[in-house]
């Protein structure tokens, strides 16, 4: 059935692996002005491909790269741009260029990149791209970047209750040729006033006979989302839900855009980058392209937050000059009794913090999880006391009583800063606080200090009297 | 054209709110064993919050109502399970009510499920699944699970290279009626050795005539994975491309099954959530209905790590203590040197971590960033230690000689941290181990026994002769 020799001209194509050997020859090119030969690379390449080559060029390459692009692949490559990147790259293009590839974009990433614009050359913009696209623009820019409402596309597929599969097939021809929707999955029905009364899967309109009416195949247990909800909870739902699209609505189910999972993975993995930084003690996510100054700035006021509570620190110890006078084998255990303190409580928190990660706060489950950690860290502060006891007698020749005033401190600091860090993500997450704040520097000073007192106060009250 | 009344029945859901009461109400009701009330309640609710209820329910509670769900819900519900509720409960069910589920779920849930059964109970399920599905999941458990292969689901649409668009439409009306097949997004077109040539979006067949050769339309232009291919490295690709199905192939480029977005954004939250447990220094995932021994045996081994560490320390300051003794000063300022270098380091490491988390490591950007740590590093270092200068003479009323040394010692700390939290990331990847454990206990022990090494050198030299 099948003719082999009609195949031979039909490729299929490896992932690129782009590598340093390809980004130097890129450069070369640049610096030759071979402009031809890097136009012929990148036709061979996904617009992906290119992004990420321009976003590892230096500056002046990734300008001069990015303007050898014609229109239709510029506007692939500019979303995939890194964000600063890409508002050097856009600063220098002249208006002409900006207008030709945002009229060419989807509506969300239209409004993206509009905002970044100085004021002056974003209105030349909307005042000439398509009229229609200007207005959705215009009214998308109003919501706020992280919300549903900032992350939605104006372009969807619908028609309204009373249509037949044959209207709807109709719908997605014109929606898919004409208007150029991307991913088209689903096609939504609406009411006269626009609300959303339900939707069909693209395949429905496949395998149902053309005069069939909609109402009678159509889904009506919606999910949906309103503008306002926020990206991170859109997240989830999409998730939980196992959808590829979203339906936004406003506070009367009027249909106004959808979201689609590719934008949701992105917000996925900003997220979870966040967190991570948070952790870490990073107050804002940090590109590889930014200034050393910048990066400076994003990370000092952390370290100060580190350095007032060690400064606290510093003064618990001096205020305890007199006891680490009289035993000196004491300083030589502050390094555990902070370190095991930490550990024990980051380890709780980011526990807390994942166990959370949904919309709400399971009340009964963060009693029940609070007697669990008590346990936990009861059972692990003894294993740990144990081993400290017969590591100080056995490496430090500790005398005995000190040996267990060492012990039982390292107890009660384990059970206190795991508690410590099961408790503030939930408080802070009931305070509108990022429950991941609680695994950074804040927290982890605050157990510092805790430990330091109940070390030295338990060494104090045995053996310096 | 649209008539109101018609749409009275028509009702458009909220997403759920399940909250305690909610779920207290169940309690309730299962305790009176008041199965039709229970039943009622779970039949207005989408499968993924029947899952979330159970998943939150005491464990005879959720055997109990998982028990009450009939087939067809049972399938949707069990995949939304936590695994480890997952495998208790179906441990309790006998091996038909296994059977049939298993018998209604995709492969890919399939050999999920099937590869935690106890062997005997596995067997008799794939004996008595339909058994072409039976065959597909014995194939697919060979791969590991967290491979492309374990990811991928063998039930895909596919037609000859010589097929019409007409042909595509019957294979997605008999894939999906007759196999069940759901989300359809591409038709794959494959060689008469089931090679992987191209393929069309479902919208194609809609907006083209039928009688159309999909030759004519195909995309060749594929992006694919094999089997093997880690699934970490899967998500990125998918990530990267925006795609919301990939195409599995085996070495000579046979179709073997796909790979879709719902999948993916699992693993993206799964390996999300391990690099936030690998840096709070947890051995795997832990969930919340583990028991307090095996959350204690997932936390202890890094606390081991951070105890083992820090008796060294402790050995570095006790071959130090007569420079303490003479200088008790130096003692105080253990818990910032420790804590600042241990920031730094972390802040640094992360960045890296993130900064390498596509596929492949840029060499030539790894000394550029380094080079940049380096000069952010000597900032920050800079800023910290004359904060610390002023401090140290306020706070404390240090000798200027000793807190120009302490200072000192707090900028090379700092700098010395910063670099090898940026180094230590980019060896463990080149040694195949995941970077983001250089985040963990390891390296910040160890920056804490060289901060102490640096700093107490550094006052032994200069006061103490």
Do not use: C
Not at 1 to 15: F, G, L
Not at 118 to 135: F, K, R, T
Not at 150 to 162: R, T
Not at 365 to 393: H, Y
């Amino acid at each position: 059935m099948q003719n082999q020799n009609e195949n031979e001209n039909i490729t299929v194509r490896d992932v690129i692996q782009i590598d340093n050997e390809l980004l130097q020859n890129i450069s070369s090119l640049i610096e030759d002005e071979a402009n031809q030969a890097i136009k012929t690379i990148f036709t061979n390449l996904h617009p992906a491909d290119i992004a990420e080559i321009i976003n590892h060029l230096p500056f002046d390459d990734a300008q001069y790269a990015f303007g050898l692009l014609d229109t239709e692949t510029a506007v692939e490559v500019v979303t995939e741009l890194d964000e600063e990147l890409r508002e050097k790259v856009l600063n220098e293009l002249d208006k002409e260029k900006i207008t030709d590839i945002v009229d060419e974009l989807d509506t969300d990433d239209a409004t993206d990149i509009v905002s970044d614009l100085p004021d002056e050359v974003a209105e030349h913009v909307l005042d000439n791209i398509d009229p229609e696209d200007s207005e959705d623009v215009k009214e998308l820019m109003k919501y706020p970047e992280e919300s549903a409402g900032g992350l939605m596309n104006s372009d969807f597929i619908s028609v309204d209750i009373n249509a037949l599969v044959k209207d709807a097939i109709e719908a997605v021809r014109i929606g898919s040729l004409e208007e150029k929707i991307e991913d088209i999955y689903t096609i939504y029905i609406l009411a006269d006033d626009e609300t959303l009364l339900g939707f069909v899967h693209l395949k429905e309109l496949i395998i149902n006979p053309p005069e069939t009416p909609l109402k009678n195949i159509m889904e009506e247990d919606l999910i949906y989302v309103t503008a306002d909800m926020d990206q991170e909870e859109v997240a989830n739902i999409m998730d939980k839900y196992d959808l590829i699209s979203i339906p936004v609505v406003d506070e009367n189910k009027k249909m106004l855009g959808r979201i689609t999972i590719d934008d949701v993975v992105d917000v996925i993995q900003e997220e979870a980058a966040e967190d991570l930084q948070k952790v870490a003690g990073l107050s804002e996510d940090e590109e590889y392209s930014y200034s050393t100054i910048r990066i400076s700035r994003n990370r000092l006021p952390w370290l100060f937050v580190s350095l007032g509570g060690e400064l606290i620190s510093a003064g618990v110890l001096s205020s305890f000059q007199a006891s680490i006078e009289q035993i000196i084998i004491a300083s030589f255990f502050i390094p555990i009794v902070m370190a095991l303190g930490g550990s024990a409580g980051s380890q709780a928190a980011i526990v807390t913090v994942q166990g959370m990660s949904g919309a709400n706060i399971w009340w009964h489950d963060v009693v029940k999880r609070l007697m669990k950690e008590f346990r936990v860290a009861t059972l692990n502060g003894f294993v740990a006391s144990i081993v400290l006891l017969l590591a100080s007698k056995l490496f430090f020749s500790a005398e005995l009583d000190f040996g267990l005033i060492l012990s039982l401190s390292l107890f009660i600091i384990i059970v206190n800063a795991t508690m410590i860090g099961a408790i503030v993500p939930v408080i802070f997450k009931k305070l509108g606080v990022d429950p991941a704040i609680a695994t950074g520097p804040i927290v982890s000073s605050a157990n510092d200090i805790m430990g330091l007192l109940i070390y030295l106060s338990l060494v104090t009250i045995f053996f310096t009297v």
